[in-house]
């Protein structure tokens, strides 16, 4: 999903994630300015909202970009009074707390949540080219029985996004922390999104044995932390056959399936590369079809 996805959402049907706020739509991508905020509302006191959306996890500079709408509007509207609404899919605790002590409501609006919310009003996702389902050749998963988990920690990762930026295209390289010589060229990879949002976000084809690299530029800005950055490190390339941001398998449903509930990453989630049995990734390899 773009992020356009949810602003259209959130701007056409404000009381599936706003209940009783009583929003009323002045507009979308308004001008402010030089500027453009996402969502104007009025609400049932009178109130200007102006909502602003992140896909993702909401990123520190976000809140400097929605006081520059308020200021913008308030000189246009002295006399209003205005509230900020700040909305992604995935909200650090801190970066909460410091928003909402500073005034700035924070919306965290999970991809299952725009899922069921969409699927609710029959709305239709506007599909960019990365997002699009199956991206590989063949259309079909890896033959390898082999498969392994990588996972994406999204107070340090947003794998999220990764996984719609055009720029990164097919391929992704992933740190090999655990397995390292069990982990080989021709391999299943699953890329597994933990927290809230836990689940299955793509499946990849290992196409390098692990070796020390470098992390291409377009990867790289999607660490939170400025360390994980720097330096080469042991990964593997991997290539994106089946993209499944749009629906996730979730962790909830993987727990309810036969033959699932005893995967590694359930037992102890901590870590970065899982192995998932042969029997485990027949299942989830029809779970998928």
């Avoid at 709305?123 to 996972?151: C, D, H, M, V």
């Avoid at 719609?164 to 299943?188: C, F, R, S, T």
Wanted: hydrophobic share 40%.
């Amino acid at each position: 999903m773009l992020e356009k996805d949810i602003e259209n959402l959130i701007a056409s049907h404000p009381d599936e994630f706003f209940p009783n706020s009583g929003f009323t739509l002045i507009g979308q991508q308004v001008k402010l300015g030089k500027c453009y905020a996402d969502i104007l509302f009025q609400d049932k006191h009178n109130r200007k909202i102006i909502v602003e959306v992140k896909r993702g996890i909401l990123s520190r500079d976000a809140a400097g970009q929605v006081i520059e709408y308020y200021g913008l509007l308030k000189m246009e509207r002295p006399d209003d009074i205005i509230e900020l609404v700040l909305c992604a899919n995935i909200i650090p605790p801190e970066r909460k707390t410091f928003l909402e002590r500073i005034g700035i409501e924070c919306k965290e609006l999970g991809i299952n949540l725009i899922n069921q919310i969409a699927q609710k009003v029959n709305y239709q996702f506007i599909n960019a080219p990365k997002q699009t389902e199956i991206i590989s050749s063949n259309g079909g998963l890896p033959a390898s029985e082999r498969a392994w988990i990588f996972q994406a920690n999204p107070q340090r990762y947003d794998i999220i996004n990764a996984l719609a930026d055009d720029e990164i295209g097919p391929y992704m390289h992933w740190l090999v922390n655990q397995h390292k010589k069990e982990i080989v060229k021709g391999d299943a990879g699953i890329i597994w999104l933990s927290g809230k949002e836990a689940g299955i976000y793509a499946i990849t084809e290992i196409v390098t044995d692990p070796q020390v690299m470098e992390e291409p530029e377009a990867e790289k800005k999607y660490w939170a932390d400025e360390d994980d950055k720097k330096g080469k490190k042991l990964r593997v390339k991997m290539k994106i056959v089946k993209n499944l941001l749009n629906r996730p398998i979730f962790k909830e449903s993987i727990i309810q399936t036969n033959g699932l509930q005893m995967m590694s990453i359930l037992r102890n989630p901590r870590g970065t590369n899982f192995l998932v049995t042969p029997e485990e990734w027949n299942i989830i390899k029809d779970l998928i079809k």
